[in-house]
C-alpha cells in the first residue's frame, strides 16, 4: 500500500494565458479524508483533475499512488473520480449504472454496489433521471466506491444537496472510507461538512495551495491572541502571523506557531476550522512573516 497518495512538486496548469493552478507543491499522506476547501476559480477543480489524468500538466509533476495519473488502465482502476454535479445517465436505471460500472471496471465489486443500492433503498429500477439531487448523488458515490478504488476523488459531491442529504452523503463517504481502508480527497465550499468529514485539510486560494495538513495539528498549531495594541512584526520569529486586526487599544492576532505562547499579556483562545479557513482566504499568496490581514476598527 502506497504511503502517499499525491505528490505534486511546482505543478501548474495554464489554459491559454491564464493560469487555473501556479507552483502547487502538495505531499498528502494515505489514510485520510482529505477536504480540498477554498473560493470559485481557485483552481479546486483543475487540481483534482490533473489527479485523475482528465488534464495533464502545464508546469511541474504530479504523482498519484506512485504512478502518473491517467497514464495506464492499472493506474485507472486504482482512483475514482466522481465529478461536480455528480454526473449519472438520466436515461439508465440504476441498475443498468451498476452494469455499466461492473463492464467498465476491472475491480467492480458488484455485492458491495448491490448491498449499498438496498440500504439506501433505491429502486434499481429507477431511472436516474427521475432521481432526487441527493439519491444522484449517493448513486455516483455507489458507482466510485464499488469499483474499489484505494482513492476517491470527488468535486463538490454535496454542493446542491439539502443540509439532511449532505449529512447522509458524508456518513456514507465516511463509513465507505474506513471499511474499504479508502483514502478520500474532496472538495468543498462548505466548511462546516468538511468539519464533520475530514481530518486533513488542504486551502487553495487564487491558484495557490496556502496551507495544508492534519486538521488536529493545525487547529493545535493556530492561536487567537488578544491583548493590548502592538505592532505584530515584533512577535518572536517563530510565530508567524496569520490575519491581524486591531482597535485603538487592542490587538487581536491568528498566528501559527509550534511552541506555547509564554507571553503573559496575550489572552491566547482556540480557533474554529472555519476561523482558520477564513484567515487563510484573506491572507494574500506572497506573505513571509508580516501581518497579512490589517482591519482597522
Ligand atoms: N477550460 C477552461 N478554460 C479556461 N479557463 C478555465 C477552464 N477551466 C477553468 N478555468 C479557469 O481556471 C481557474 C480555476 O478554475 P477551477 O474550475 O479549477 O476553480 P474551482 O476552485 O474549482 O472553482 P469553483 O469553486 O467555482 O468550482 C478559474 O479562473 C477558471 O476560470
Known amino acids: 500500500m502506497t504511503t502517499t497518495i499525491l505528490k505534486a512538486?511546482?505543478?501548474?496548469?495554464r489554459y491559454g494565458r491564464r493560469w487555473a493552478l501556479t507552483d502547487c507543491t502538495l505531499d498528502i499522506p494515505a489514510g485520510h479524508v482529505v477536504g480540498l476547501v477554498?473560493?470559485?476559480?481557485?483552481?479546486?477543480?483543475?487540481?483534482?483533475?490533473?489527479?485523475c489524468g482528465q488534464l495533464a500538466p502545464t508546469a511541474g509533476s504530479i504523482e498519484v499512488l506512485g504512478g502518473t495519473p491517467g497514464s495506464s488502465t492499472?493506474?485507472?482502476?486504482?482512483?475514482?473520480?466522481?465529478?461536480?454535479?455528480?454526473?449519472?445517465?438520466?436515461?439508465?436505471?440504476i441498475a443498468d449504472h451498476l452494469k455499466l460500472g461492473a463492464k467498465l471496471n476491472p475491480g467492480w465489486?458488484?455485492?458491495?454496489?448491490?448491498?449499498?443500492?438496498?440500504?439506501?433503498?433505491?429502486?434499481?429500477?429507477?431511472?436516474?433521471?427521475?432521481?432526487?439531487?441527493?439519491?444522484?448523488?449517493?448513486?455516483?458515490?455507489?458507482?466510485?466506491?464499488?469499483?474499489?478504488?484505494?482513492?476517491?476523488?470527488?468535486?463538490e459531491p454535496v454542493a446542491?444537496?439539502?443540509?439532511?442529504?449532505?449529512?447522509?452523503?458524508?456518513?456514507?463517504?465516511?463509513?465507505a472510507a474506513v471499511e474499504q481502508e479508502l483514502s478520500v480527497v474532496l472538495s468543498s465550499h462548505l466548511v462546516s461538512d468538511l468539519e464533520r468529514a475530514c481530518d486533513y485539510l488542504i486551502v487553495l486560494v487564487d491558484s495557490r495551495v496556502r496551507v495544508a495538513g492534519e486538521v488536529d495539528e493545525l487547529l493545535a498549531t493556530h492561536h487567537r491572541l488578544t491583548g493590548p495594541r502592538r505592532d505584530p512584526a515584533r512577535l518572536p520569529a517563530d510565530q508567524h502571523v496569520i490575519t491581524a486586526?486591531?482597535?485603538?487599544?487592542?490587538?487581536?492576532?491568528l498566528v501559527r506557531t509550534d511552541a506555547p505562547i509564554h507571553d503573559p499579556s496575550w489572552t491566547v483562545s482556540q480557533i474554529s476550522l472555519e476561523d482558520l479557513v477564513l484567515a487563510y482566504m484573506h491572507e494574500p499568496a506572497d506573505t513571509g512573516h508580516r501581518p497579512v490581514l490589517e482591519v482597522q476598527r
Request: charged residues 25%; hydrophobic residues 40%; without cysteine.
Open 245 to 253: 486586526s486591531h482597535t485603538d487599544r487592542q490587538t487581536t492576532l
Open 9 to 13: 512538486q511546482g505543478l501548474g496548469k
Open 160 to 175: 446542491a444537496l439539502d443540509p439532511l442529504a449532505r449529512r447522509e452523503f458524508l456518513q456514507g463517504l465516511m463509513e
Open 38 to 51: 477554498g473560493p470559485n476559480g481557485a483552481g479546486k477543480t483543475t487540481l483534482l483533475k490533473l489527479a
Open 109 to 155: 465489486d458488484d455485492t458491495l454496489a448491490r448491498e449499498r443500492i438496498a440500504r439506501l433503498r433505491l429502486d434499481p429500477t429507477q431511472r436516474a433521471g427521475k432521481l432526487s439531487g441527493g439519491q444522484r448523488a449517493q448513486l455516483a458515490l455507489t458507482l466510485g466506491v464499488a469499483k474499489r478504488p484505494e482513492l476517491l476523488i470527488l468535486d
Open 74 to 93: 492499472a493506474q485507472l482502476a486504482r482512483v475514482g473520480f466522481v465529478a461536480q454535479n455528480t454526473p449519472t445517465y438520466a436515461g439508465l436505471t
